[in-house]
């Protein structure tokens, strides 16, 4: 580990995708400021499990990765919805697989091939 943390900066190349953030603004400035938010926090967590870091507070993991403070879970309401929206999409939650079998069939129908993706972000760049 210690090899690896020699030779690669995670911690520039992190700055550089900040970087990169406020260069690009609108929607993929925030995306890739988020994500550096995330690097960073994941950085500071792995240098805390091998004993070279200080300790993260597990409201900067949340919000790190949520963008919201830590908050209670009160699942009942978000089922409640969910179940509404799968319903009405035509996914029913009432056969055998329950909730999480509409969840799972839902996003499997969403899948989007990796090349799409590829070729939606070469679109956004400019030329």
Known sequence: MDDYLRQVDLPQAIAGIRAEAKKSGGMRGEYLQGLALCLETMWDLAMEVLGKGK???YERCVESSTGRPPEPSRPEAKRERVTELLDRAGYS???SAGLL???DAW???RVVPMASVRASGRRDRPL
């Open 101 to 103: 079998g509409a969840v």
């Open 93 to 95: 939650t009432t056969s």
């Open 55 to 57: 300790p993260v507070p």
């Open 107 to 109: 996003r499997r129908d």
